[in-house]
């Protein structure tokens, strides 16, 4: 089962988040060099653990009701746009940007050191949280669609309260990822 730890969008933040990538594929419309992320699969990643098997999840989930215990709500703040690799006229990734947040920061490490001790390896690159808006299939003529994001880099596109965490299982399928629930955890 493939799984990952995230922080579900408010319905809010995804409709304005929508209405972006409406925007940015009017510059895409006719090529479709671009998979868009769908409203219902938007979503902040905190830790991607992969296929596990069922035995694991019991484990995690007592890991994770223990870290959310040791966490209050607080506010993610989404501010700016992007592409992986940065500034690069062939983006794999387009996406917006999270103001930083010592919270979040927090709770992505505790994450991480936990699920070490269950055998799941830390990320070796530093957390740089993001939310993907879509997914460049074909390196070709995106200077339109990158001139438009670039046109947002500094924007505010809202803010929400985070009150919990969220464990994901992601089924693969020709029309893209879809995400179920598996539990959810309150942050005190």
């Known amino acids: 089962m493939r799984t990952f730890i995230a922080i579900d969008l408010s319905q809010e933040i995804k409709k304005v988040l929508s209405r972006l990538i409406e925007e940015l594929d009017e510059m895409d419309k006719e090529h479709k060099k671009i998979r868009w992320i769908k409203k219902e699969g938007m979503h902040l990643t905190i830790k991607f653990l992969g296929d596990i ?8 989930e007592k890991a994770l009701k223990n870290i959310s215990e040791k966490f209050e709500p607080f506010v993610l703040k989404l501010k700016g746009t992007g592409t992986f690799p940065p500034r690069s006229n062939n983006p794999r990734v387009l996406w917006i940007g999270i103001e930083e947040e010592e919270t979040l920061k927090a709770l ?13 390896p830390r990320e070796s690159r530093k957390f740089h949280p993001h939310l993907t808006l879509g997914r460049v299939k074909v390196f070709s003529n995106l200077r ?18 985070v009150e919990k965490i969220t464990f994901f299982q992601s089924k693969l399928k020709p029309t893209g990822a879809e995400y179920s629930i598996l539990s959810e955890f309150e942050l005190k």
């Open 144 to 161: 339109q669609t990158l001139l438009l994001l670039e046109k947002y880099r500094e924007r505010i596109f809202g803010e929400m309260k």
């Open 108 to 120: 992505q490490y505790q994450i991480e050191a936990e699920l070490e001790k269950l055998s799941f």
């Open 53 to 60: 098997g069922n035995e694991k999840i019991s484990l995690i």
